[in-house]
């Protein structure tokens, strides 16, 4: 009864419009939990999902935005660099009535992935979604390496330790590309090799030794012999 009360008229016919009952109570538990650590402005929280009809390379992204709006040019980068493309964005300002301290827009994406392919969404909607606040946050670097969370399935922080390594090599004289590096990765993580990752962090500066298109036959030979890793 109380959320009742309190959220009945909180929400614009926009939303009321495009938003199913069960999604808005999911929505109404985001915004609580926003609300119960007294968020200031700025702070974000990511719901990530896919609506029924919706195609097997897209999915939904809500953006709960605290005080304002997010700026496109705060947002785009870090969407860019996941490797998904907007193909459509809603906005709803929502609050509560009385409530002059506490307001949320939800910025409602439908997204594409830039590599169009079938996408798990079980499969990476937490890391996704942990992903994305670490980027806004700036506790995480916000480059390409992060298109690995969809293109690999690796958490933001397996993916840290993979640009740090690759930091390090960098250092050593290997001159490939931050989008190089990545493109050889996400090539890796289509077949055997990658699947060392779920053994344990150090396995990835192992196998990011493996990143120049002139070394896939260490690869062959990691294949071949396991080396004993798992």
Same mark, same amino acid.
């Given at each position: 009864?109380?959320?009742?009360?309190?959220? @009945?008229?909180?929400?614009?016919?926009?939303?009321?419009?495009?938003?199913?009952?069960?999604?808005?109570?999911?929505?109404?538990?985001?915004?609580?939990?926003?609300?119960?650590?007294?968020?200031?402005s700025?702070?974000?929280?990511?719901? @990530?999902?896919?609506?029924?009809?919706?195609?097997?390379?897209?999915?939904?992204?809500?953006?709960?935005?605290?005080?304002?709006?997010?700026?496109?040019?705060?947002?785009?980068?870090?969407?860019?660099?996941?490797?998904?493309?907007?193909?459509?964005?809603?906005?709803?300002?929502?609050?509560?009535?009385?409530?002059?301290?506490?307001?949320?827009?939800?910025?409602?994406?439908?997204?594409?992935? !830039?590599?169009?392919?079938?996408?798990?969404?079980?499969?990476? !909607?937490?890391?996704?979604?942990?992903?994305?606040?670490?980027?806004?946050a700036?506790t995480?670097?916000?480059?390409?390496?992060?298109?690995?969370?969809?293109?690999?399935?690796?958490?933001?922080?397996? @993916?840290t330790?993979?640009?740090?390594?690759?930091?390090?090599?960098?250092?050593?004289?290997? !001159?490939?590309?931050?989008?190089?590096?990545?493109?050889?990765?996400?090539?890796?993580?289509?077949?055997?090799?990658?699947?060392?990752?779920?053994c344990?962090?150090?396995?990835?500066?192992?196998?990011?030794?493996?990143?120049?298109?002139?070394?896939?036959?260490?690869?062959?030979?990691?294949?071949?012999?396991?080396l004993?890793?798992?």
């Amino acid at each position: 009864r109380r959320l009742y009360h309190r959220y @009945v008229h909180a929400f614009p016919a926009s939303y009321r419009e495009a938003v199913t009952p069960a999604e808005a109570v999911g929505d109404i538990d985001r915004l609580e939990a926003l609300s119960a650590k007294s968020a200031e402005s700025g702070t974000v929280a990511f719901h @990530v999902f896919r609506r029924a009809g919706d195609a097997h390379h897209e999915l939904r992204l809500k953006l709960y935005y605290v005080g304002g709006v997010a700026e496109l040019s705060s947002s785009m980068p870090v969407f860019e660099n996941m490797g998904l493309t907007v193909a459509e964005e809603l906005n709803h300002r929502v609050r509560a009535p009385g409530e002059t301290g506490f307001g949320v827009t939800i910025h409602d994406y439908r997204m594409r992935l !830039q590599r169009e392919r079938p996408l798990d969404i079980d499969e990476v !909607q937490t890391k996704l979604a942990d992903a994305m606040a670490a980027a806004f946050a700036g506790t995480i670097e916000n480059d390409g390496f992060n298109r690995l969370t969809l293109d690999a399935g690796l958490a933001h922080g397996q @993916v840290t330790i993979l640009r740090a390594v690759a930091k390090f090599l960098r250092q050593t004289g290997i !001159q490939n590309s931050i989008r190089d590096l990545v493109a050889n990765l996400i090539w890796m993580s289509r077949g055997y090799a990658f699947y060392c990752i779920s053994c344990g962090l150090i396995h990835s500066a192992i196998l990011i030794i493996i990143l120049s298109r002139t070394a896939w036959q260490k690869l062959l030979v990691l294949k071949k012999g396991h080396l004993g890793l798992c």
